[in-house]
């Protein structure tokens, strides 16, 4: 089945500054990549996804890039903002079979 | 429209002793799934539901673990007899979609089981 490693497990930036968070999966066939935030006592919540046959999406502050040779995406957020600070989770997913990573805590320090 | 519905939000038990958790999914969700999230990990699959047929129950330890979604709505997931290593949020999640890579899942606020 798919595998997804997610790094780094923690990250802390400066309010303004970028976070960046990537990840793998090991099933070439996976076609869809969601992020899911979760912040501290609350539900995971979508908040960008994108499909293989693209590479890279955007809303706002947040953007996810995709490179399917290698396996790999990534969640992009600029200007970051302390409400931002949450646990962030990626997923691979082929039809039923949805794999996440282990989550990154990002602190964003005002 | 309303959330996905979860219930306890907490539980504490001793191990050997049964658990129930209930959900109740967004109305017109066919697709149900329960996840088990361990503190510091990312949400493991147990089970999905498409309307009350079992779709994948690949990842359910059956030897304790149950589950059920009479009539394709609500869904009870039942542990009997509880473990020390149970104890984690289980997230009742659902979706518009057949799969899971369809789109967004939507998540309840889980129930904590904590294991004595």
């Known amino acids: 089945g798919e595998n997804v490693e997610q790094h780094p497990s923690t990250l802390s930036v400066q309010e303004g500054d970028s976070a960046v968070i990537k990840c793998t999966y090991s099933?070439?066939?996976?076609?869809?990549f969601p992020w899911y935030k979760q912040e501290l006592g609350k539900r995971p919540q979508l908040i960008i996804d994108?499909?293989?046959?693209?590479g890279e999406k955007k809303d706002q502050r947040i953007a996810v890039t995709l490179n399917k040779t290698a396996k790999h995406f990534s969640l992009h957020i600029t200007e970051t903002q302390p409400e931002d600070s949450a646990v962030y989770f990626c997923?691979?997913?082929?039809?039923?079979?949805?794999?996440f990573g282990a989550g990154t805590r990002l602190t964003v320090k005002p | 429209e309303a959330g996905v519905a979860q219930s306890p939000r907490y539980k504490i038990i001793e191990k050997r002793q049964s658990v129930a958790f209930w959900c109740n999914p967004i109305s017109g969700h066919a697709t149900l799934y329960w996840y088990q999230q361990i503190l510091g990990q990312g949400p493991k699959l147990l089970i999905q539901?498409?309307?009350?047929?079992?779709?994948?129950d690949s990842q359910l330890p059956k030897d304790r673990f149950s589950a059920e979604r009479l009539k394709g709505v609500d869904s009870t997931l039942k542990i009997q007899p509880a473990k020390l290593e149970d104890s984690a949020v289980y997230l009742c999640?659902?979706?518009?979609?057949?799969?899971?890579?369809?789109?967004?899942?939507?998540f309840g606020e889980g129930s904590r089981l904590t294991v004595l």
């Open positions: 999640a659902s979706s518009r979609g057949q799969f899971a890579n369809t789109g967004e899942l939507f």
């Open positions: 994108i499909r293989s046959n693209v």
């Open positions: 099933d070439s066939a996976s076609n869809y």
């Open positions: 539901f498409q309307n009350n047929g079992v779709v994948d």
């Open positions: 997923a691979a997913s082929l039809n039923n079979d949805m794999r």
